[in-house]
């Protein structure tokens, strides 16, 4: 391929290392090697039966056409619903766009706000597309760092010490990937007073993992905490994690309405609606029982305790217990110098094992890994075994 082709834009990134490690998984074992993928965070469960059926009809009754560019009428006002059930944020279907996966919603309110040299604050360890987001648009990532010794969340200070003039955003990811971190309504509280100083900072809310949090404590979030903010919050959802309907690709994002609006615009020109016959299925979720999500939170509790203690029982490996998501960010600090302190060099290692995880540095982290427990437990089990044995 010609580099010189490649736009300033599209030099500034690189592929998704979730992604990019999973289709590794993917092609290995294509090519007949015995590999357990705890790389990407995809529930393992089967998508709800009446989301299924919902589609299948869908189909039958001719969701095979275009839809408006930001969703139905029907899955706009389901979102709504969804956003004042679930998340507690009061908003009207005109106030929500859809999209295909939270993963667009993130990157049109980015790409359709941030210009060149605008900061972006962002908390790491991260997700590994925020980042890669804030460059392609031009923008300066201002990492917050956070600590596995504090929960790996930060305090309203923190976030006040790095507010410049250029401050565009602050990213907010709770629960958080990668690292499971819960910010309870307190910890917003205190962010929320940072922001009221600060009117030039919007909040980009990921709440794509509301449902799972394992403390017992209910979702907080700052839409729905604090109504005096909400013009200036984006709060993004959708059903890929909750509903496991990864492949569906569908996510809903609420916020004031020109940016709403900027994201249609952008997305009526980059990719036009999402799919007609996922929409359907989307409804079926937000509208159908949702009683399977605290039996599935459940499962997922479970099976975060089996991986905790299964790598703090490995020399070398430690791991704080997540409180929420489906992830474990694990330190390996004392065995990095088998790997000349490269952490990626680690990952490899442990897919040649026949495990493959994305290593700690692809999050803005160091000396270690994260693994996803959506996985079953005989699988988990396994792949402990295999990473125990890796590592010995
Ligand atoms: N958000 C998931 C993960 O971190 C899905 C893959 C991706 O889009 O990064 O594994």
């Not at 189909?59 to 619903?81: E, F, I, N, R, S």
């Not at 760092?145 to 006040?160: I, S, W």
């Not at 604090?226 to 309907?245: I, N």
């Not at 998501?325 to 490269?342: E, I, K, N, Q």
């Amino acid at each position: 391929m010609s580099h010189e082709h490649l736009s300033p834009a599209l030099r500034r990134i690189a592929a998704s290392p979730t992604t990019a490690m999973t289709d590794r998984a993917t092609a290995l074992r294509e090519a007949g090697r015995d590999v357990i993928s705890l790389s990407v965070g995809e529930p393992d469960f089967a998508t709800p039966p009446h989301v299924i059926a919902a589609a299948k009809a869908a189909l039958d009754a001719g969701a095979t056409k275009y839809t408006p560019v930001t969703g139905t009428l029907h899955l706009k006002q389901a979102a709504a619903l969804h956003f004042r059930r679930d998340l507690g944020i009061a908003c009207q279907p005109e106030q929500v766009i859809v999209t295909a996966g939270g993963k667009q919603a993130i990157f049109e309110a980015l790409a359709a706000t941030v210009g060149e040299g605008d900061e972006v604050i962002v908390p790491s360890p991260w997700w590994v597309s925020y980042p890669q987001m804030v460059r392609f648009a031009g923008g300066q990532v201002v990492p917050l760092v956070t600590h596995a010794h504090h929960g790996f969340r930060f305090e309203a200070g923190d976030l006040d010490a790095l507010i410049t003039p250029r401050t565009q955003w602050l990213l907010l990811n709770s629960p958080g990937n990668p690292t499971g971190a819960v910010y309870p309504a307190e910890m917003l509280r205190g962010i929320a007073e940072v922001l009221r100083r600060h009117p030039q900072v919007m909040v980009l809310s990921d709440d794509i993992y509301a449902p799972l949090i394992y403390t017992g404590q209910p979702h907080a979030t700052l839409a729905a905490l604090f109504p005096d903010l909400a013009d200036r919050v984006c709060t993004v959802s959708g059903v890929s994690k909750s509903h496991a309907m990864t492949g569906f690709r569908i996510g809903v994002a609420t916020g004031p309405a020109w940016l709403i609006e900027a994201m249609g615009r952008l997305q009526s020109n980059a990719s036009g609606n999402p799919a007609a016959v996922s929409q359907a299925a989307a409804v079926a979720a937000f509208e159908g029982p949702q009683d399977f999500l605290a039996e599935w939170r459940e499962r997922f509790r479970q099976r975060r305790d089996l991986v905790v203690s299964a790598v703090n029982a490995i020399p070398g490996l430690s791991t704080p217990v997540p409180d929420g998501a489906f992830y474990c960010f694990v330190d390996a600090t004392p065995l990095m110098g088998r790997f000349g302190g490269d952490d990626g060099k680690l990952a490899l290692h442990l897919l040649e094992h026949g495990v493959a995880v994305v290593a700690a540095s692809a999050f803005g982290g160091k000396d270690g890994f994260r693994i996803s427990f959506a996985a079953d437990e005989a699988v988990l089990e396994e792949a402990l075994r295999r990473i125990a044995g890796a590592l010995a």
